[in-house]
């Protein structure tokens, strides 16, 4: 009897060339097939279970939030998931589809948090409303999804890119804002991005160092860091939408589990109507 593990095993023949083991042009610094016979990079493969935390939390510490706006929290949720089921079929795999699917499931999740909480404020002048900013979200996503495929080696950069547009809005709307909590919010996901993004370039650039170190794993360290940095950004995005979007309620941050904690997790609650930040 034919064993079923054959089919996912390293060099089968029987295996389109696409889906095929090592099939990809990535391959990140952690040795394969060390501590699994079918799991590529381990390491890099469990660490995505952050992502499936990440996606539970932010639904459930924002409830109130997503009373509100239910379409966009289950659709970012859901993306979140998806990102890190595809992920941890890539680093299992280091084929060229489990790659694909996983920047592409960056990418879609990017475009929806966009279409959903771009400020009116900062749309182009030619975007009169958010039903036309949806098709520019939208044709601008197909586009540079095709565009993936002509170079993949050079997606994730791309993607690692719109950070600092995402940071550069943020600074913009810190001006207008006079809350130090919220202050203190973006500038700790700032901190967690930092880190997070140095672990990337570190595994990246610097594996000749992290194999003589013999500490290969940093890749796995971006997929904590990054989530980390989103439970912070995730907030701090709603209560700008809070301000614009919904102007019968007051966004308050809270922290959980207590202010009083050391390493807290921020959430958005809603109070009765305010004047704008």
Not at 92 to 108: A, F, K, N, P, R
Not at 203 to 232: G, K, M
Request: charged content about 10%.
């Amino acid at each position: 009897m034919t064993n079923p593990l054959l089919s996912f095993c390293p060099g089968n023949p029987t295996m389109p060339s696409i889906f095929s083991y090592q099939s990809s042009e990535i391959d990140w610094c952690e040795n394969n097939f060390v501590h699994s016979p079918i799991i590529a990079e381990y390491y890099n493969t469990i660490s995505n279970v952050c992502f499936f935390i990440l996606s539970a939390a932010l639904l459930h510490l924002n409830r109130q939030y997503c009373q509100q706006r239910t379409v966009p929290m289950y659709f970012i949720s859901g993306l979140l998931l998806c990102v890190g089921i595809f992920s941890m079929y890539f680093h299992m795999t280091l084929s060229y589809v489990g790659q694909l699917l996983d920047e592409l499931s960056i990418l879609w999740t990017l475009a929806v948090a966009y279409s959903f909480w771009y400020p009116r404020a900062h749309f182009p002048r030619c975007i009169k409303s958010r039903k036309q900013f949806y098709w520019l979200g939208g044709v601008t996503t197909v586009i540079t999804t095709l565009m993936s495929f002509i170079k993949p080696s050079i997606n994730a950069y791309a993607l690692n890119c719109i950070a600092f547009h995402l940071l550069y809005l943020t600074w913009r709307e810190l001006k207008k804002c006079n809350d130090q909590r919220v202050h203190r919010m973006a500038k700790a996901m700032v901190v967690w991005w930092v880190l997070a993004i140095t672990s990337w370039l570190s595994d990246r650039w610097l594996c000749w160092l992290c194999q003589a170190i013999n500490f290969p794993y940093f890749h796995s360290f971006w997929h904590v860091l990054i989530a980390v940095s989103l439970l912070y950004c995730f907030p701090l995005v709603m209560y700008f939408d809070v301000t614009y979007e919904m102007p019968t309620f007051k966004p308050k941050l809270g922290y959980w589990p207590s202010d009083s904690w050391p390493i807290v997790v921020p959430y958005i609650a809603l109070e009765e109507p305010h004047k704008q930040c």
